[in-house]
């Protein structure tokens, strides 16, 4: 019946698109969204995840 977990999970996941779109609007007005873009891809993809083997 506790909502604390999702309420945070939903924090998160705000705070990191927000920070995403932030850093997007940066680069694109540099003008370097296409390399911003395909390093964020790229560092995503090779994350690991702690814990999970």
Do not use: P, S, W
């Not at 927000?18 to 891809?41: S, Y």
């Amino acid at each position: 019946e506790e909502i604390l977990g999702l309420r945070l999970i939903t924090l998160h996941n705000l705070h990191f698109y927000l920070n995403l779109m932030n850093q997007a609007r940066a680069e694109i007005e540099k003008g370097t969204f296409d390399q911003f873009c395909k390093a964020f891809v790229a560092d995503y993809k090779t994350r690991d995840v702690l814990g999970v083997e």
